[in-house]
Structure formats: structure tokens, C-alpha cells
Antibody, heavy 123, light 112 residues
Framework: EVQLLESGGGLVQPGGSLRLSCAAS????????MSWVCQAPGKGLEWVSG????????YYADSVKGRFTISRDNSKNMLYLQMNSLRVEDTAVYYC????????????????WGQGTTVTVSS | QSALTQPASVSGSPGQSITISCTGT?????????VSWYQQHPGEVPKLIIS???DRPSGVSNRFTGSKSGNTASLTISGLQAEDEADYYC????????????FGGGTKLTVL
């Protein structure tokens, strides 16, 4: 069964850091680009960051550029999101998602989603 | 990066067809055929229903059809069913500021 399982969310003060992890199983992880997408309470989806299948190319939303870093370890089937200088407006559920097509970049739709991990930024 | 523009809500009766629009610019929707659509029921994770403007992943009903004209993409749902009531989001690859992906604000579909 294709599965993504996020972890690492929690409560953090403004300016703090968190590292999200996503464990992938049931598919050839290094064949697919991956993305992180967030959803604030009661709000819509917001794409956060993406990474190519080999991990060489990374992509970021303007709102997180310079603060968040996406990475992957294909030997461990793991995806990560290092979140620094967190702001109150970063509060959301963060989903890890697999890109549908076995292409190098996250331009296509995302067909597998984890259940999400909640990040709360508050003093 | 501005979000793609979707109507806040649409509605239709069972059996009818509805269309949800997704308007962007020549830097996103109009630039490439990389528009996707997602369905999200309350409390659930999003489900991919259309990728690359027109392609349906395996298992997605053929009642869902995607199209694009210029800077506007559209999702048509035919033969509306009660289970189609959900939020729908479009997304597109964008080259506006840096290569990335943007979502629309979402459309609430109500089946009357």
C-alpha cells in the first residue's frame, strides 16, 4: 500500500524552529518528486515547497523562501522540511504529497497525501 | 505569487452538470499544461482528480473533466451526485517569481 506518514509537528514560539519528516512506503521513492502543502485552520490549500526526484532541484513559495529548507534521503525513503524563523501565520496542518508522474520536478498533480502534521506557532 | 481565482461557491441539482473556473495569468495557467484539480471532503485529505489539465488518475470517475482556454482552466462535473459535495481546488505550475506551484482559493460545491 502506498503510504506517507508525517511527523514532527507541534507547538513552537514565534522565531522558533521545527523539522518535519515524512516516511514513504509502497512505491519507488526516488522515482518521484515530492511536495509539502499546508492548510491553515478553516482555510484553503497552500503549496509550500517541492523537491525533484533526485533531490538536486528545490522549489519554494515566496512566503517561505529563505526560512524553510526541503530535503530528502532516498536511501531512507524520507522527506524533510526544516522550518526556521517561524511566524504565527505558518500555523497550519502540513501535508507531505507524492507527485503523480514519475518525472523529476513537482509540476504535476499530487496523487498521494499523508494525514498531515499540525504546526502551531504561538507565544 | 497571487493565488489563482476560483468562485467561492457553486451549486447544482443531482444529475445536472456544473463547471468551476480557475483563472490565472500567462505566467501560470496560460504558460504550461500543468493545471491540477483536487477534491476535499470535510475532515479528509485532498484527492487528485485531474492532472495536467485533462488527465484523470486511475479510479477517478469519468464524470470529472478538465479543460483550459488561455489563462482559464475549468473543471466540469457531469451527472452530479450527493457525494460530489466538497471543496475543489485548482493548482498550477508558475514561473512568476520562481518556479513553483500555486493553488486557487477553493470552491465549495453544494449539491441541492
Amino acid at each position: 500500500e502506498v503510504q506517507l506518514l508525517e511527523s514532527g509537528g507541534g507547538l513552537v514560539q514565534p522565531g522558533g524552529s521545527l523539522r518535519l519528516s515524512c516516511a514513504a512506503s509502497g512505491f519507488t521513492f526516488d522515482n518521484y518528486a515530492m511536495s509539502w502543502v499546508c492548510q491553515a485552520p478553516g482555510k484553503g490549500l497552500e503549496w509550500v515547497s517541492g523537491i525533484s526526484s533526485g533531490g538536486v532541484s528545490t522549489y519554494y513559495a515566496d512566503s517561505v523562501k529563505g526560512r524553510f529548507t526541503i530535503s530528502r534521503d532516498n536511501s531512507k525513503n524520507m522527506l524533510y522540511l526544516q522550518m526556521n524563523s517561524l511566524r504565527v501565520e505558518d500555523t497550519a496542518v502540513y501535508y507531505c504529497a507524492k507527485v503523480w508522474r514519475p518525472n523529476g520536478s513537482p509540476v504535476h498533480g499530487m496523487d498521494v497525501w499523508g494525514q498531515g502534521t499540525t504546526v502551531t506557532v504561538s507565544s | 505569487q497571487s493565488a489563482l481565482t476560483q468562485p467561492a461557491s457553486v451549486s447544482g441539482s443531482p444529475g445536472q452538470s456544473i463547471t468551476i473556473s480557475c483563472t490565472g495569468t500567462s505566467s501560470d495557467v496560460g504558460a504550461y499544461n500543468y493545471v491540477s484539480w483536487y477534491q476535499q471532503h470535510p475532515g479528509e485529505v485532498p484527492k487528485l482528480i485531474i492532472s495536467d489539465v485533462t488527465d484523470r488518475p486511475s479510479g477517478v470517475s469519468n464524470r470529472f473533466t478538465g479543460s483550459k482556454s488561455g489563462n482559464t482552466a475549468s473543471l466540469t462535473i457531469s451527472g452530479l451526485q450527493a457525494e460530489d459535495e466538497a471543496d475543489y481546488y485548482c493548482s498550477s505550475y508558475t514561473i512568476s517569481s520562481s518556479a513553483s506551484v500555486i493553488f486557487g482559493g477553493g470552491t465549495k460545491l453544494t449539491v441541492l
